[in-house]
Every structure is written in structure tokens, then in C-alpha cells.
């Protein structure tokens, strides 16, 4: 008779998640904000992560598909509240990072602004 599929057990001693986040930001003004792959302890690779502005706020939506009935299902999902927090968490984070970096490149990218009462002289 074949034995029952144990679960494994618990380490007291789990090392800290280690997320390491790549953004790519999506140039729309729809829901959609950035797509987002993340690899997790440098083990597991998750790919189509979307950052999606809804009407509370910013949030992080792992991949799906969608079933014969129409519905979405997730294809990858943290397994604790902890988990899924922890990896929302450094995807926003790394999302806000871009957002910051992007807007400071593009203000260091004009040209200073003449200020009012002066005139620009021509060559």
C-alpha cells in the first residue's frame, strides 16, 4: 500500500526571503502601471507580476489564466499572508524606486528654465 505524501518539515531556522525585483514600466494611463519579474532567494523565477493602480490604490497582481468557465486563476501564489505580503512589499517598493529614478532623470534632461524678468539674449 503506498504511504500518504507527508508534509515536510518546518525549519526553525529559515533564512529571510531575498527578492530581487526588475520593473518594467508600462507607458499607459490605463489600470496597468508596470510588469514586474521577481526571483526569489535566487531559486524560483516569477514572470508576468503586473503592478495594477485600482480604486484603493497600487497593488500587485501575480500571474494568471484564464479557466474554460471564464474565470482567472493564479498560476503561482505565496502560501502565507506573511509571504505574499513580504513579496507585494518589494515589488511596490522596487516600483516606486523606478517611478523616483525615471522623474529625476527626465528633470535633470530639461533645460534650465529662464527666470521670470529675464530676457534670453541671442547670438
Do not use: H, W
Not at 525585483?21 to 531559486?43: C, E, H, M, Q, W
Not at 503561482?76 to 525615471?102: G, M
Amino acid at each position: 500500500m503506498p504511504k500518504a505524501a507527508q508534509p515536510a518539515p518546518k525549519q526553525e531556522s529559515q533564512s529571510p526571503m531575498q527578492f530581487d525585483v526588475r520593473i518594467y514600466p508600462v507607458k499607459t494611463d490605463g489600470a496597468l502601471k508596470a510588469n514586474a519579474s521577481v526571483n526569489i532567494n535566487g531559486f524560483i523565477a516569477v514572470t508576468n507580476v503586473r503592478v495594477l493602480e485600482g480604486t484603493k490604490g497600487t497593488f500587485v497582481s501575480l500571474p494568471q489564466y484564464k479557466g474554460r468557465n471564464g474565470e482567472y486563476k493564479d498560476i503561482c501564489f505565496p502560501c502565507t499572508r506573511e509571504a505574499k505580503a513580504a513579496f507585494d512589499k518589494a515589488v511596490l517598493s522596487a516600483y516606486e524606486q523606478t517611478i523616483v529614478q525615471s522623474q529625476t532623470k527626465a528633470q535633470a534632461q530639461k533645460p534650465p528654465q529662464p527666470e521670470q524678468g529675464q530676457q534670453m539674449v541671442g547670438m
